[in-house]
């Protein structure tokens, strides 16, 4: 019954009911700033709280698998990312460096060691904000998880084979002037994984609210819905796309406006 329920409402009402939740994504801000300004934070202690938890738990063998503060009962593959880190292994003597831009507590780690664990040599940087990489030396640094807090100190001890930006590059303000930084590293590959885009040539700056069943509390924090056009401008000054993916099947929705997740991998010309 309720298959046809959802097959014989219009397409309109689902929009409207993403439109009303006090929950998803919301506001056109002048700025990253101003939409800052009216959020709460990624860094607010019981986020971070949150996600100590779950991620002691999958390195404990407790569960296996977990993502934003969420305790899953199987891995949520990421074949994209996978097969790209085997295939830069392949091609780099069975050893593999990551550098994973705002990786958290090394959530994908977690999710692709057991497939890496054949490699000769397994390098796994993440580069966070402060709270999260002192908390990552604390309890979840290993021989091949490493934690840093800048780009730079992590490129000061390891020669990453890929960047890898996972749901991370539309929550920094300053991201097209940390793609040029990036470019500038020499590291050969970048991959985006779960990014938003919009139609049109201007950027949209929003509010993604967060339901407590993430992270215990509402949560609430600044996002950038990038130009896919005017990104993809300035990553080819620099780049050349290799291939484009669909993260995840699931369509949101900025207000009325539908979107999907995205992601691409991109190679240093």
């Given amino acids: 019954m309720h298959y046809w329920v959802k097959q014989l409402v219009p397409p309109i009402l689902h929009t409207l ?13 002048s700025s990253f700033e101003v939409a800052k300004q009216n959020a709460g934070g990624y860094d607010a202690d019981h986020i971070l709280q949150s996600i100590i938890n779950s991620t002691g738990k999958v390195r404990d063998g407790i569960i296996p698998f977990e993502r934003d503060g969420i305790e899953y009962d199987k891995i949520k593959m990421n074949f994209p990312l996978l097969s790209t880190l085997l295939m830069l292994a392949s091609q780099n003597g069975n050893k593999l460096t990551v550098l994973d831009f705002g990786g958290s507590l090394g959530t994908s780690y977690f999710q692709n060691r057991s497939f890496l664990k054949g490699l000769e040599r397994l390098d796994w940087c993440v580069v966070e904000q402060e709270n999260y990489v002192n908390a990552g030396k604390k309890s979840f640094e290993s021989d091949e998880l490493h934690f840093y807090f800048t780009m730079e100190e992590c490129l000061a001890s390891h020669k990453p084979d890929i960047i890898v930006f996972n749901s ?11 793609l040029e930084e990036v470019s500038k590293t020499g590291i050969k590959y970048l991959l985006f994984d779960a990014t938003a885009y919009i139609d049109g040539d201007i950027d949209r700056y929003a509010i993604q609210h967060v339901p407590p069943e993430f ?7 600044a996002c950038i819905f990038f130009s896919k056009t005017k990104m993809f401008g300035f ?5 050349e796309l290799c291939f484009e993916f ?3 099947p699931d369509k949101y929705y900025l207000e009325l406006m539908p979107f999907q997740y995205e992601g691409q991998l991109w190679k240093l010309k």
């Fill in 17 to 29: 009911r993403w439109f009303s939740f006090k929950y998803g994504w919301k506001g056109n801000y």
């Fill in 168 to 178: 991370v590059i539309q929550y920094i303000g300053s991201a097209f002037q940390l």
């Fill in 215 to 221: 992270y215990g509390l509402d949560a609430s924090y």
């Fill in 235 to 239: 990553l080819q000054k620099y780049y």
């Fill in 246 to 248: 669909i993260s995840e």
